[in-house]
């Protein structure tokens, strides 16, 4: 299996870049092949805006969705985002590993998606969710959170987890057509000891482990919508 790691911390000796070593490492010894962005080493380019361009559709009005559909086309995306388009292209799996900033991801992070998940290739029409773009891949989240578990559960004080990440899970990784693993959560790591963070890398790599026989989360099908995607029947419950 060919796996990318999409690795956005901006600091090489944190927790999150000791996940990112051992994974790279646990894959490669169960003989898959690893590529990581690392995006604050690559000093990731964050804004979505005309420079993304060589050539436009429009020259007078930007319409960034369209645009990145006539770069595709024609091959004239910037360099650093058809070099992530390679990779995303040659991934069977995409890990995101990162820190949660405000219930989301890093602003770098953000970007990539913005630039890289383009329309035309990733999405676009009705290609979404099942007939999305990079359907027969996978993705999966390897995050860190600076708040302990019981803060994230449906009755806790900052909601239900699931909620928090929805935009993620459903509103990207599942909207692009990706089947999207259960996320790899490190609770409250800038408190817990040493031994504590060791218990959470084996953890992750146990995880690793098993990555094959996970089952993916539930998202909508296309096939359960009309063609004005009003629901045929009542859809099943969805994260």
Not at 198 to 227: G, H, V
Request: hydrophobic share 40%; aromatic share 10%; proline share 5%.
């Amino acid at each position: 299996m060919n796996v990318l790691i999409v690795f956005a911390h901006n600091e090489p000796q944190s927790f999150n870049a000791s996940m990112k070593t051992l994974a790279v490492e646990e894959l490669q010894a169960q003989g898959h092949n690893v590529k990581v962005s690392d995006l604050y080493a690559m000093r990731w380019k964050a804004v979505a805006d005309s420079d993304d361009f060589g050539s436009r559709a429009n020259a007078d009005y930007l319409i960034y969705a369209l645009e990145q559909r006539h770069g595709y086309e024609k091959k004239t995306l910037a360099p650093d985002i058809l070099t992530e388009l390679d990779r995303l292209e040659w991934a069977d799996l995409v890990i995101f590993n990162f820190p949660v900033y405000w219930f989301s991801m890093p602003a770098i992070l953000k970007g990539w998606v913005d630039r890289v998940l383009i329309s035309g290739r990733c999405y676009g029409g009705m290609r979404f969710y099942d007939r999305g773009g990079l359907t027969g891949k996978k993705a999966m989240l390897a995050i860190t959170i600076g708040g302990q578990e019981h803060m994230l559960a449906a009755d806790g004080i900052h909601g239900a987890f699931e909620d928090m990440l929805r935009p993620i899970l459903r509103g990207t990784l599942a909207y692009t057509g990706m089947a999207v693993l259960p996320p790899f959560v490190a609770w409250h790591v800038p408190y817990v000891t040493p031994e504590q963070r060791a218990e959470l890398l084996e953890r992750y790599r146990q995880r690793l482990r098993e990555i094959d026989d996970l089952t993916p989360l539930q998202f909508p099908s296309m096939d359960d919508f009309d063609e004005t995607l009003r629901p045929k029947t009542p859809c099943r419950k969805t994260h």
